[in-house]
């Protein structure tokens, strides 16, 4: 069955160090994948997607994540984590075959220490 | 602004009632969603369309309907039928065919008492 993972349900990490959020999917062939973020009480935001081509992609906010097809992972990075960051991140993925269903992971809620 | 606005942002019924969430789309956009989103969850399909006039069932339909009589409208009736009807709800909408990227409301919670 198609599924995404998200293995962490919450992460804390300190204001300025470095993120990584992890995301695998399970699928016949590579979909299109996406991380999304949503803050309190909100709609989700798109932050990147990859379609095809370079396996690094840049998003938003300075977020950048890698494909990597070997493992069925695309993990979400950030270099130095500003307060605002905090926020619960979505990984997803939608057939790249054509299709109108995206399935979503569970979510990994970010928390920032000063 | 082109965007997707959802009303109300806060709904309260009770136990026994029907209660509708609209949701209004300006981005010309022929798919639209409705997603349910509970603690811990993620996001799980009610319903989607693709264009005027015409719907699907999604994963968790059951005790919900839609209409889509306009473009730019769809909204949702959770049905007393709900048996756990208290959540946050997302409408979202895409572009086309393949693209994927989701544009989303800022949700309305229900919350039955």
């Known amino acids: 069955a198609q599924s995404v993972t998200q293995p962490d349900i919450h992460i804390t990490v300190s204001e300025g160090a470095s993120l990584e959020l992890r995301c695998n999917y399970s699928?016949?062939?590579?979909?299109?994948l996406f991380w999304y973020v949503q803050s309190p009480g909100q709609g989700l935001q798109l932050l990147l997607k990859?379609?095809?081509?370079?396996?690094l992609v840049q998003g938003i906010k300075g977020f950048e994540a890698e494909f990597k097809r070997s493992q069925s992972s695309f993990n979400l990075r950030k270099p130095s984590v500003h307060w605002s960051d905090a926020a619960e991140y979505f990984c997803?993925?939608?057939?790249?075959?054509?299709?109108?269903?995206?399935?979503f992971g569970a979510g990994t809620r970010l928390f920032v220490k000063a | 602004d082109g965007g997707i606005t959802q009303s109300p942002k806060y709904l309260f019924r009770k136990e026994g009632q029907n209660v509708t969430l609209s949701c209004e789309q300006n981005?010309?956009?022929?798919?639209m969603y409705w997603y349910r989103q509970d603690p811990g969850q993620g996001l799980r399909l009610i319903y989607y369309?693709?264009?005027?006039?015409?719907?699907q069932k999604g994963d968790i339909a059951e005790g919900y309907s839609v209409s889509r009589e306009k473009k730019e409208s769809f909204p949702l009736t959770v049905t007393s039928a709900q048996k756990n009807p208290t959540a946050f709800y997302l409408c979202?909408?895409?572009?086309?065919?393949?693209?994927?990227?989701?544009?989303f409301g800022e949700g309305s919670r229900l919350t039955v008492l």
């Open positions: 981005l010309n956009h022929d798919a």
């Open positions: 997803a993925v939608v057939p790249s075959t054509g299709g109108f269903k995206t399935i």
């Open positions: 369309s693709q264009i005027v006039n015409d719907f």
């Open positions: 699928y016949g062939a590579t979909p299109y």
């Open positions: 990859y379609f095809s081509g370079d396996t």
């Open positions: 979202a909408s895409t572009g086309g065919v393949g693209t994927g990227e989701l544009f």
